[in-house]
């Protein structure tokens, strides 16, 4: 078995035949402050209660970051926060694992609503838990006796070890906590204990096995993985193929859509794209949706619960099982994980070409691009059918802001590059405006954005720290 007792500082290292050189995150919100992924949640937490005095954008502030350098193969993380709620809902976490094969790689994008306690408690157990479970089948399937054979669950086994763990945990968010609270029959556990059952967070979990060379991605909410892979297009030139891991859990989602009216026939569960009134239709937490209303009627008149919704007739209507989904990994991948408030403002095709204008501009200038001012069209992406077709618009924030995609490529940290380009890239004034923006006026025009950009490398030689 493993056991995190705290969370792991992320640092080079060597994943068996590939090297996962580089880790980068970057969190969108409007407090313009940065954060280490192992800073301590109540520390991060007063942070973002801290009134911000200046409007410079923090962006801007990227140049302070320690810089990532393909020769040295390291591997650093950073998390910027200026938040649209506040304080900011989403979340990330990371763990890189040794293991008898190898590493085992876990990297998670946690999309909070309704309040930060769920996501906050994700990034404390998701990554254990399920660590766990799979280091117990994995165990299951080791040789009785001294072997050079190495265990390998059947790929089911370990899909199905992933949503038990997620269910499981969402068990304990939901109904254990509430089970708790009747038991301390006190209001004051049930202000301590309910409050990550109240909110609700959807997840997005990568599993990277560097034995097999097979990333998973497990979804249970309305983010979404993309994996970028470099190659050429029809002119010989560098490009790179789009590879969308994930599918989007929500209300329009028609397979979705099917499965809630299949689960509570005569309800008007999905109106409008909105599943009674959510957005995503799988999530943990949201217990609102998932208790009885016995149960929320009980926590109504001795635990200071809400009134139970009257469109809520037959709970649960919201899952936290997730989907999984299964990709061979090549040197020179690249996996950008994101909560829906990205794919708001750029499409998956859009994030790989900036992600790969990026990793080319590290080699030296680009020839025949401005990297000043680039539209989408000539961004270093892969289109299977006619290249020089027009590419439909499918994002919905620059429709918002009336304004012209133009990326731009200034940053040295990948994600940041992302999120700066989300926020409207070379247009200047527009990122300003949208930074200058605070909560509550703010979530009209931008959601809470989490990014993070991990990339596979081919160099099989020990790493090498700072």
Known sequence: MFSLRMRPRLNGFHTGGLVLFGLWSATYALTSRLHLDSDEDTERKAQLRTVRTTQASALAKEKSLD????????????????????????????????????????????????????????????????????????????????????????????????????????????????????????????????????????????????????????????????????????????????????????????????????????????????????????????????????????????FLGRTPRANVKTPPYLTAEPEVTSFEVEPGDFLILATDGLWECLSSREAVGLVGMWLESQKGPLPQIDTSSVMPKDLPVLIEDDEDAPVEESTVRHRQWGAEKRFAGADGNAATHLLRNALGGADQDLTAAILSLRSPRSRTFIDDITAVVVFFGDNPGPPSKD
């Open 67 to 302: 810089r990532f350098s393909l020769a040295r193969n390291e591997l650093h993380t950073a998390l910027r926060n200026d938040d649209s709620n506040n304080p900011i809902e989403d979340d990330h976490a990371e763990a890189i694992l040794p293991v008898p094969s190898g590493f085992w790689s876990f990297f998670a994008v946690l999309d909070g609503h309704s309040g930060w306690e769920t996501s906050a408690w994700l990034r404390e157990n998701l990554i254990p838990a399920t660590s766990g479970a799979l280091a117990d089948i994995y165990q299951a399937h080791r040789p009785p006796a001294p072997s050079d054979a190495l265990p390998l669950p059947a790929s089911a086994k370990i899909d199905q070890s992933i949503k038990d763990t997620f269910k499981r945990i969402d068990d304990d968010i939901v109904h254990r906590a509430v089970e708790q609270v009747f038991a301390a029959g006190t209001r004051t556990a049930a202000a301590r204990l309910l409050a990550p059952a109240y909110a609700g967070s959807c997840a997005l979990l990568a599993f990277y096995d560097s034995h097999t060379r097979v990333l998973r991605a497990a979804l249970a909410g309305d983010s979404r993985a993309v994996l970028g892979r470099r190659t050429v297009d029809a002119r010989g030139r560098p490009a790179y193929a789009v590879h969308v891991l994930t599918v989007e859990q929500d209300g329009h989602n028609p397979a979705e859509e099917y499965r809630l009216n299949a689960q509570h026939p005569g309800e008007a569960v999905v109106v409008n794209g909105r599943v009674l009134g959510m957005g995503p239709s799988r999530a943990f937490g949201d217990a609102l949706f998932k208790w009885t209303r016995d149960v929320q009627w009980k926590l109504k008149q001795s």
